[in-house]
């Protein structure tokens, strides 16, 4: 069997194809998910399954040149490959940059980062499964000046959030706007938060399989309503969860995912500092869309009245005084409708005047 050349398509979970002496700063605009619909192809990918086959009994095991690679053997004649958590767990990926004290522990700027990253999300040794399926209540991206770094997916405080990919526990307790907060750390290198949880069923350390529900849904933290705030980072930044994962269907759009550096922005890299903020980010886009409602129902009022609008075109003998009386109005009503028309302005035949 071909092991080494497996083992070394395993070590490659992520490879750097940029060029990384590029230090142009990005003059993107703002990500927005429009911007992101337009930028990533949504690829219709049937769900990622594991090769390992269902209701099957595992005989034995073989070791291969990679020490958290196993053979499984089963009762059936047939075999796969399997990961072992403890020894994927030892790769330096979980060691570097690691700390449970708080979101971001990389020291990344943009400019260090490659154009663009290859990252293997699943391979035939590792799952997914979808956090929490539902429609996305609150989009990534920065709505009315609100910098939101993740998905927000309603759910019953109770029900069970789900890891998405394997991974080791990175962090596992209250930080401030997040709420009671798991962080995973998958050996890609990517991290995904679980924010807002009423429990958490796992410590830092923890090796979880993809599915293992690591807590309970709430409403802890800065939330109103019980929902789930997901985040997808690389490096300490955050980009869309959408771009790997339609949260309607609760499938995974790619296997192999191409995270560009252009997907990222300074805002992703934004950690929620204090409750207070929150509420203050929060307040102010509350302020911004009942300002916004407010404009949309002026707008409303000011074309349902021009839709409701009537002209007439003055004849031979027409005063605006017989014109008022025609529509059963007023010559001041009418003046207020016609800028720059007084009840003195001799009214020339064939001019068109708004008489409602
Ligand atoms: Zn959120």
């Not at 927005?32 to 099957?56: D, F």
């Not at 529509?327 to 001019?351: E, Q």
Request: glycine share 8%.
């Amino acid at each position: 069997m071909k092991l080494n050349l497996f083992a070394g398509l395993l070590i490659l979970a992520s490879i750097f194809s940029a060029t990384a002496q590029d230090k142009k700063p990005l003059s993107d605009p703002p990500m927005t998910l429009e911007r992101a619909e337009r930028l990533v192809p949504r690829l219709a990918l049937k769900p990622a399954k594991s090769l390992i086959p269902e209701g099957k009994v595992a005989l034995d095991t073989i070791d291969t040149v990679d020490p958290a690679v196993q053979i499984l053997l089963f009762s059936d004649n047939t075999w796969a490959y399997r990961r072992d958590p403890s020894q994927a767990a030892g790769n330096n990926v979980f060691t570097e940059n690691w700390t449970d004290e708080y979101p971001d522990p990389y020291r990344t700027t943009l400019e260090g980062l490659p154009d663009r990253v290859t990252i293997w999300v699943v391979d035939s040794l590792s799952d997914y499964h979808c956090p929490n399926q539902v429609a996305v209540f609150s989009p990534y991206g920065g709505r009315h000046g609100r910098r939101h770094t993740g998905v927000d997916l309603p759910l019953k405080t109770g029900n069970p959030v789900y890891a998405a990919f394997a991974g080791k526990v990175r962090m596992a307790k209250y930080y401030r706007g997040y709420g009671n907060l798991v962080v995973l750390r998958h050996q890609n290198g990517l991290e995904t938060f679980y924010a807002h949880l009423s429990k958490i069923n796992v410590k830092v350390g923890d090796w979880v399989e993809a599915g293992k529900v690591i807590g309970l849904g709430g409403a802890t933290g800065r939330a109103t309503g019980a929902h789930l705030h997901f985040e997808t980072r690389y490096q300490g930044y955050a980009f869309d969860p959408q771009w790997l994962i339609d949260f309607n269907t609760g499938k995974l759009r790619h296997r192999v995912f191409t995270l560009k550096k252009r997907y990222l922005t300074p805002g992703s890299k934004y950690v929620p500092e204090s409750e207070d903020e929150e509420i203050a980010i929060n307040e102010a886009d509350a302020k911004d869309m009942e300002l916004a409602r407010q404009e949309a129902e002026k707008k409303a009022a000011r074309e349902a009245a021009l839709a409701s609008a009537e002209y007439y075109k003055i004849r031979s003998g027409d005063t605006l005084g017989k014109v008022a009386q025609r529509y059963h109005t007023t010559v001041n009503r009418i003046c207020s409708l016609n800028p720059g028309l007084t009840p003195k302005t001799t009214l020339k035949i064939g001019r068109r005047i708004r008489v409602r």
